[in-house]
């Protein structure tokens, strides 16, 4: 080992590394003094090797070991742009090689035929040259002038035409001895000879080859000879340039000439990087324009571009990337929407951030996920009826529900009952029941004040992320907002300015607000509301003014036609938030009818929530709390078994009685029921009990309902001195049998006081 040596600087001190290293490095320190050793010009110690003199200014502290990497990175690889070893890169050029080649294979005939003409013109050209070399024809003219002037003057004597033509006699005659004519002829006789003894040896087959030196040199010279004539000659036609090609700089260029008028015939666009093989059967590149374009005028003029390269207009993407003159440009060969993603939150097991990471709920047509970050976001979804609202909704539900720090409170508009199946995690859940929604906005204006009051508390202006543990984010999604505010509604006016003041202010302490309507009318969404809206998202809606009335005035002038999306692109539409730009972007499928996919979702997100003390029931929930207090009845995972319908708190879809089934089966506002609502009330509830049964007539089926049915109701007002039996009243013509709400609702009170 190292001999700890001593020093005399009265300025430095003496340390034995060996005390310092850590023990892996002690372990090889004297191999490596050996090998330092042996790298001195004497092989001796020297200054470099020994003791180590350090500054007295760190006397006392400790040493830190560095250990530095020699291994660095070799290779032609680091030496090569990043885009060169890019598979995508090289999978695009495959593809424009492959092109290439099917497309020359396929004009080789014409090839042949324009080849085989051109060498005809230069057999011809040259063949006349040589025949004026060693014919002296440059004579000719010289003797045709001599004949005009002797005619024009009159004169007999032929003499210099005579001269002439011996002249040009004994020129030809010298150039036919020269002894490159010999050699020449002498050559080309040879090389007639050799072909033909090849064909008649071996045939014709094997004399073709032979004949390409001469078919090349004539081909040049045809070429030359046209080109002395000013004649312009193609010969191979530029595949990139063809119909299908895939995507090239040269393709770019010449239509951008085409559609830019600022792009000049001499401009050229000049590549960052190579053009790479996009997803969805695309290619994608990074060009800078010339100084005189910007990629603003590119994305004025696209409609123009995507004529130019005979796609559709929702097949090409043009943005800038970085400073005005550089442009990303991404086309589609095919439909990029054409076929349906898969939801990415499928097999999702753990919980989601989406305070940062954002709510996964469609994908543009580059294929990049398009996210909804749940921070101050106001969501309008509006569209015409069976155009993929209810699934932009799905994604957006299903992702929530993989959140438990996101209290979910969801107002069903639509009698279809599409949104039961998220009821395990829902707050708050209920159908089209106005009072409940008036008593819920009052309870939405308290959670308001007392957030106000609690941030100011904390010297907080607005909600932040460290204070996700102190308040959940409130979420309000209201499916079918007409049902709730047409003019004709009772208190929609009303309604109407409380969901503007929500808007308003909520999202900064986090309560939002997420609507969906496919009436996008001026009374159903004013302005105020609209223009409170921060995210929105049309799908194909009937007319232009109902595409304006969900993205705002002129949206339809910026290109954003929602009107104008096919019938069969369900879940696409015009996505216009805050961090996206507008674009096209269609919904992920989550598909619960044929296979249960939210259903299975929401059970992951029900067992995280339960894990995290967050499932409805489990918390303190001031806003359910106040429900019931005015109401008596709870909506809390869409109150008794997750039918939508509120009832008593506490009180199970297996412990409701007949009397709570009845009572929602009564339509909001409605004063009566027909027996045919109820007996589908009751046959949703319990199936198994109430249900027609699999080839039970409608009279017998109409029969023992009501007789099991009336039991039922006696059997609970057994000990009242009240009954309750069915009434009947007209509707036009004919006679209807059911129940009135005031009888029954005095029947279940009557029910409920002998219960106590």
């Known amino acids: 080992m190292t001999q700890t040596t001593d020093h005399s600087a009265p300025s430095g001190q003496v340390l034995d590394l060996t005390k310092r290293l850590p023990p892996e490095a002690r372990a090889h320190l004297e191999q490596a003094a050996r090998d330092e050793v042996r790298t001195s010009a004497a092989g001796l110690a020297d200054a470099r090797t020994g003791t ?6 760190v006397e006392g502290e400790d040493l830190v070991v560095e250990q530095l990497d020699d291994d660095r990175p070799r290779g032609l690889k680091v030496l090569l742009p990043a885009s060169l070893t890019n598979p995508d890169v090289w999978r695009h050029r495959g593809e424009v090689l492959a092109h ?55 004169f007999a004597d032929n ?9 040009r006699k004994q020129v030809g005659k010298a150039r036919r001895r020269e002894n490159l004519t010999i050699l020449s002829a002498t050559g080309f006789t040879s090389y007639v000879a050799a072909v033909v003894g090849i064909a008649e040896v071996w045939g014709l087959a094997m004399a073709f080859p032979a004949l390409i030196p001469v078919i090349g040199v004539m081909y040049a010279c045809g070429a030359r000879e046209l080109r002395r004539r000013g004649d312009e000659y193609v010969v191979f036609e530029p595949a990139a340039l063809d119909e299908d090609a895939p995507l090239t700089d040269a393709q770019i260029n010449r239509v951008l000439r085409i559609a830019v008028p600022s792009f000049k015939e001499e401009d050229e666009i000049r590549l960052v990087g190579l053009i790479e093989r996009a997803d969805i059967n695309a290619a994608q590149c990074v060009f800078k324009l010339p100084e005189h374009v910007t990629v603003s005028k590119l994305i004025e003029k696209r409609e123009e571009i995507a004529g130019a390269l005979q ?34 939150l499928l097999g999702q097991t753990t919980p989601l951030d989406l305070w940062n990471d954002g709510a996964p709920i469609a994908y543009n047509k580059r294929g990049e996920t398009r996210r909804l970050t749940i921070r101050d976001i106001m969501l309008l979804i509006g569209g015409a009826t069976r155009t ?40 708050t859940m209920f159908g089209r029941e106005r009072n409940r929604l008036d008593f819920l906005l009052d309870a939405y204006e308290a959670e308001i004040e007392r957030r106000e009051d609690l941030l100011a508390s904390l010297g907080e202006s607005k909600m932040t992320a460290k204070l996700l543990k102190k308040l959940s984010i409130e979420i309000l999604i209201i499916d079918e907002l007409a049902t709730y505010t047409r003019k004709n509604v009772p208190g929609a006016a009303a309604r109407l300015s409380r969901l503007e003041f929500l808007s308003s202010v909520g999202a900064g302490l986090g309560v939002l607000l997420v609507v969906a309507t496919q009436h996008p009318e001026v009374d159903v969404i004013p302005a105020g509301l609209r223009g409170n809206m921060t995210g929105r998202w049309a799908q194909r809606t009937a007319d232009a003014d109902g595409t304006n009335a969900i993205l705002g005035k002129g949206a339809t002038g910026r290109g954003m036609r929602a009107h104008d999306i096919p019938r069969d692109k369900r879940g696409l539409g015009w996505l216009d ?13 989550i598909d619960e009818e044929n296979a249960g996919e939210a259903s299975e979702i929401i059970a992951v997100g029900v067992e995280l929530r339960r894990a995290a003390g967050r499932l409805p029931g489990q918390w303190d929930d001031p806003i359910e709390a106040y ?7 709870s909506s809390a995972a869409g109150g008794p078994g997750g039918r939508g319908k509120p009832g008593r708190p506490g009180q199970t879809a297996a412990d409701a009685t007949a009397l709570d ?50 039991e039922r109701l006696d059997e609970q007002l057994d000990g009242t001195d009240t009954e309750l039996e069915p009434k009947r009243w007209r509707v036009g013509e004919k006679r209807v049998r059911g129940y009135l709400l005031e009888h029954v609702e005095a029947a279940h009170e009557a029910a409920r006081k002998i219960r106590k």
């Not at 429900?627 to 009845?633: E, K």
Request: aromatic letters at 10%; proline letters at 4%.
């Open 577 to 589: 938030m805050d961090g996206i730009a507008e674009e096209l972007a269609r919904s992920f499928l």
């Open 52 to 57: 180590v003199k350090l500054s007295a200014e």
């Open 100 to 154: 290439a080649a099917g497309f020359h294979a396929a004009h080789s005939p014409v090839y042949a035929w324009r080849i085989v003409k051109l060498s005809s013109i230069g057999v011809w050209a040259e063949a006349s040259a040589a025949w004026g070399y060693l014919f002296a024809t440059e004579y000719g003219a010289d003797i045709d002038e001599a004949k005009r002037e002797a005619k024009k003057k009159g």
């Open 627 to 633: 429900l019931v207090q005015m109401t008596g009845l």
């Open 159 to 167: 003499g210099d035409v005579a001269q002439l033509r011996a002249e």
């Open 311 to 344: 796609v559709d207009e929702n097949w090409l993407d043009i943005k800038q990337d970085g400073h005005p003159g550089r442009c990303s440009f991404w086309i589609a060969t095919s439909d990029p929407f054409d076929k349906v993603r898969r939801s990415p």
């Open 661 to 710: 089934v009845l009572l929602t089966a009564f339509e909001e506002g409605a004063d009566r029921v027909p027996l045919a609502d109820v007996r589908a009330v009751f046959a949703a509830w319990d199936a198994a009990q109430w249900a027609q049964k699999e080839g039970e007539d409608d009279a017998t089926y109409e029969g023992r309902f009501g007789k099991a049915l009336g």
């Open 388 to 427: 993929g609202k209810g699934m932009a909704l799905r994604n957006l539900i299903c992702a929530l529900a993989l959140d438990p720090r996101i209290n979910v409170r969801i107002v069903d508009g639509k009698p279809t009952g599409e949104h039961l199946v998220y009821a395990p995690i829902a707050a």
